[in-house]
């Protein structure tokens, strides 16, 4: 009864027989090997036009480097309250930027809604060097409350950052799941609807160490490999890192994997829902869960050995009771059902 973290789960056969592969002979180091520019295309392919990537091994140095790139050390990023980039990277956008600074906008199931944030943008606006200046928006895809941004919404929010002057950072640490929930195509989710840089992740959805920071904007790209290598982030046997895009992206594995993780999600959801103490916050678009439970019934369930969260957040709006079960793509039917036995 494993509902912690999909960051819990191992690597994919598919994409750890990739690695094994790649470990024959020599290559290039630094990302000058053909498995690289063969990870590039993919993701091209996958996006629907031709995008520059770094490949680190985090998601916070991901995000970093992406807001690094987009803002002075006295900008800001505008970001959810709950936001990754705030809450769970003990200040690293701050650390990679030289300062900036990380300005919230609240907003319920983890959305920002264009109207909080063109009141938060207001109060910088006109600048003035007594404040920081903001210069990048950013989403989270899904949010941090399971929900999902549809293009519109994003289309939206993007309209209001560029009329303020900011660029568009997508923090896509399970971007896959938001994709395979029938939200939109990659593309539509991105450049389309005016993101200039996702931080794609494949770590929580079956890799070993795979993020990827795509920019839609070239210019922005022309900075990353400098800021990559000063920050101790480029890796030299690159080719371990490219060949589980490539093998990710094959035959839309990224998308199987994510959409058994939704629909495990959505069962769990379901099963919960019906047990009288248990109150489901949001209807899950991915494959995280939050609900409201007594102590008790929490305390029950972990004696009888299922793993899950508290969720706390700042200014939530569920009494500092929620719970987070998130599923994977290995949950299997076993699990949910051992979990509605322990409830029972």
Excluded at 21 to 41: F, K, L, M, Q
Excluded at 123 to 142: E, N
Excluded at 159 to 166: D, H, I
Aim: aromatic fraction near 8%; hydrophobic fraction near 45%; charged fraction near 20%.
């Amino acid at each position: 009864m494993l509902f912690t973290s999909d960051n819990w789960a191992g690597v994919h056969p598919d994409i750890l027989d990739a690695m094994v592969a790649a470990n024959g002979g020599n290559a290039p180091a630094y990302g000058n090997d053909p498995s690289t520019e063969a990870a590039r295309a993919a993701l091209s392919d996958s996006f629907e036009r031709e995008v520059e990537v770094a490949f680190v091994t985090t998601g916070s140095a991901a995000n970093g480097l992406a807001l690094a790139c987009m803002m002075p050390p006295w900008g800001a990023v505008m970001a959810h309250e709950h936001a990754h980039v705030h809450i769970d990277e003990c200040g690293a956008p701050e650390f990679y930027t030289g300062g900036a600074k990380v300005l919230t906008v609240p907003g319920q199931g983890g959305k920002l809604t264009p109207a909080a944030l063109r009141d938060a943008l207001s109060v910088y606006s006109p600048p003035q060097y007594h404040r920081v200046r903001p210069a990048a928006l950013s989403l989270t895809q899904g949010t941090e409350w399971g929900s999902v941004y549809q293009p519109d919404e994003i289309g939206a929010l993007a309209e209001v950052a560029r009329a303020f002057g900011l660029k568009v950072h997508m923090d896509g640490a399970r971007f896959a799941g938001a994709v395979a929930s029938g939200a939109g195509t990659p593309a539509e989710l991105t450049w389309k609807a005016g993101v200039d840089v996702l931080c794609l992740g494949g770590t929580k959805n079956g890799c070993m160490a795979a993020e990827a920071v795509i920019c839609f904007d070239k210019a922005l790209a022309e900075q990353l490999p400098w800021r990559q290598k000063r920050a101790g982030l480029s890796w030299s046997k690159h080719r371990f890192l490219s060949v589980q895009w490539s093998a990710y992206l094959k035959d839309g594995l990224w998308l199987d994997l994510a959409g058994h993780a939704n629909d495990a999600a959505a069962r769990l959801a379901e099963m919960m829902s019906r047990h009288e103490a248990i109150d489901l916050i949001l209807p899950p678009q991915i494959n995280e869960v939050f609900v409201t439970m007594p102590d008790g019934l929490a305390e029950k369930l972990r004696e009888q050995g299922a793993q899950f969260y508290d969720w706390i957040q700042p200014n939530d709006a569920h009494d500092r009771k929620a719970r987070r079960f998130v599923t994977s793509y290995v949950t299997a039917d076993a699990d949910i059902a051992a979990l509605e036995e322990a409830l029972r």
